[in-house]
């Protein structure tokens, strides 16, 4: 009988490890989605998708433009609202919308623009951070969360939350400054499917201010030739750079 109780305990899935420190929490993040060589092989991903203001009756096809080291591009179009544009070229962040015309990122908003594009984020975070200090688990969605809050090497403290079991980013809140001042930001993330060898967010719901947008990602691309003009700023962007 006791030989049948040890095999039994033995054939049994060992508890995860409890993890310790920030560090080791992004680590098994990256380990869980595929490995830092999986990321390694990534230079540039095109995501397409939907984004959803319920509340506000708006809904816009979106095309999302990546590339190492650090450029990024968000193209979305709303009917009755046209084309709203914002990006980083690595040096310089913008937005553009028939509204409110061009726009330059400036101080703390250019520096959170450069920070979002780094296109290795997960392997490179400490180009970026100073810290990543665990504080504790917290519940999120009923599930214990690892709760990592990451200090930029400029700008303020943002956490992070991990699922404890599978390992995978969950939530995100930060703050971030916009020309309207310092808005707090609650992003919740999901829908997790393997693209280009790891695993790849596909569901966001970002709050700011109280109003809620969904973004769904119908499709992931890797290391596709992109278009010469996917990083260049609109001419009315390039404009007022001129000045």
Known sequence: ???IVCA?????????AELKTGDAVLDHFV????GTAAYGKMHNT?????????AMGVKGAVTIYAAEPNKVSMVTEIAGVGKIVEGSDGTNGWTYSAMQGPQLKKGEELNESLREALFHKETQWKSIYASAELQGTEDFDGKAAYKVVMTPKSGKPESNYYDKESGLMVHHKSIRSTPFGEI???VTIGGYRKDC?????HSMTQTVAGQKIDLEIDSIQCNVDLP???FAPPAEVKALMAK
Not at 8 to 16: D, E, G, S, V, Y
Not at 46 to 54: D, E, F, I, L, R
């Open 1 to 3: 009988m006791k030989s």
């Open 8 to 16: 039994i305990i033995f054939l049994l899935p060992a508890a995860a």
């Open 31 to 34: 380990e869980a989605t595929g």
């Open 46 to 54: 095109v995501m397409k998708g939907t984004m959803t203001m319920a």
């Open 184 to 186: 707090p930001v609650d």
């Open 197 to 201: 060898g790891v695993l790849l967010p």
């Open 228 to 230: 010469a003009d996917a």
